[in-house]
């Protein structure tokens, strides 16, 4: 058996090996994850993406205004017409929002928190009707 090293320099090389080794089995593999990533996070600071035209405080914003909405709805101060009225003027705050990417999860988050609400369901025609308006 070898003499000349002691064990905590062995264990101290074998931990530097073996993060080399992670290390790149890590970007070898997780590369495309880790390129999306730095990519989302070069487009929230320097501005919105060429393919969502929006900030992404404004759609979080819009959500809250969805979510307060429909609570309001569910808490008895506006029914099904007044809430899609209401909806619609929202929407219409924000056009850019309208055609982005986001626009189908924002549909998705209006249908689920009416669904906790147990209000009325928006089909995918009463959505449009309400981004038109």
Same mark, same amino acid.
């Given at each position: 058996?070898?003499? /000349?090293?002691?064990?905590?320099?062995?264990?101290?090389?074998?931990?530097?090996?073996?993060?080399?080794?992670?290390?790149? =089995?890590?970007?070898?593999?997780?590369? @495309?994850?880790?390129?999306? %990533?730095?990519?989302?996070?070069?487009?929230?600071?320097?501005? @919105?993406?060429?393919?969502?035209?929006?900030? @992404? #405080?404004?759609?979080?914003?819009?959500? *809250? &205004?969805?979510?307060?909405?429909?609570?309001?709805?569910?808490?008895?101060? %506006?029914? *099904?017409?007044?809430?899609?009225?209401?909806?619609? =003027?929202?929407?219409?705050?924000? @056009?850019?929002?309208?055609? #982005?990417?986001?626009? &189908?999860?924002?549909? /998705?988050?209006?249908? #689920? /928190?009416?669904?906790?609400?147990?209000?009325?369901?928006?089909?995918?025609? /009463?959505?449009d009707r309400?981004?038109?308006?």
């Amino acid at each position: 058996m070898l003499t /000349e090293i002691s064990w905590p320099d062995f264990l101290r090389t074998l931990g530097m090996v073996l993060a080399v080794y992670y290390l790149i =089995v890590g970007l070898r593999f997780h590369f @495309p994850v880790l390129k999306a %990533l730095i990519g989302h996070r070069k487009r929230i600071f320097h501005g @919105p993406g060429p393919a969502s035209g929006t900030d @992404p #405080s404004r759609i979080l914003d819009l959500a *809250n &205004r969805i979510r307060e909405a429909v609570q309001m709805a569910g808490d008895g101060h %506006l029914d *099904n017409d007044e809430l899609g009225d209401f909806l619609a =003027v929202v929407l219409s705050e924000y @056009p850019l929002a309208k055609g #982005s990417t986001e626009r &189908r999860w924002l549909e /998705e988050l209006l249908a #689920s /928190e009416c669904a906790k609400q147990g209000l009325k369901h928006f089909t995918s025609a /009463e959505t449009d009707r309400l981004w038109q308006a």
